[in-house]
Nanobody, 129 residues
Framework: QLQLVESGGGLVQPGGSLRLSCAASGFTLDDYGIDWFRQAPGKERERVLCISSSGSSANYADSVKGRFTISRDNAKNTVYLQMNSLKPEDTAIYYC??????????????????????WGQGTQVTVSS
């Protein structure tokens, strides 16, 4: 079955850290750029980070810049989202999406529109004391 599976979510106190994983099953992530989105209750989905297929380019939303880091290990077929200095406003369901779009790197760096081949099911992150 071809799918993306997120894991690593949970409950953490403000200032804490979590590492989310986005693992591909049934296909190889090498040729795919990855976006991480989040959606909080009652809010629109927000694109927060992206990384090119090679890992050479990444982009971060201002809301997470300096606190979140995206990385990938193509040998493990997995992309990671390291979240530090978490805030209550980071509470959301986090989704990863894989894109094989030809110009994904440009779309990533400019926050341009991208098309996605696969979406994960989401993992809940709750930041609360």
């Amino acid at each position: 079955q071809l799918q993306l599976v997120e894991s690593g979510g949970g409950l953490v106190q403000p200032g804490g850290s979590l590492r989310l994983s986005c693992a591909a099953s049934g296909f190889t992530l090498d040729d795919y750029g990855i976006d991480w989105f989040r959606q909080a209750p009652g809010k629109e989905r927000e694109r927060v980070l992206c990384i090119s297929s090679s890992g050479s380019s990444a982009n971060y939303a201002d809301s997470v810049k300096g606190r979140f880091t995206i990385s990938r290990d193509n040998a493990k077929n997995t992309v990671y989202l390291q979240m530090n200095s978490l805030k209550p406003e980071d509470t959301a369901i986090y989704y990863c999406a894989a894109s094989r779009m030809k110009d994904f790197q440009a779309a990533c760096l400019s926050w341009g529109l991208a098309t996605y081949n696969y979406w994960g099911q989401g993992t809940q992150v709750t930041v609360s004391s």
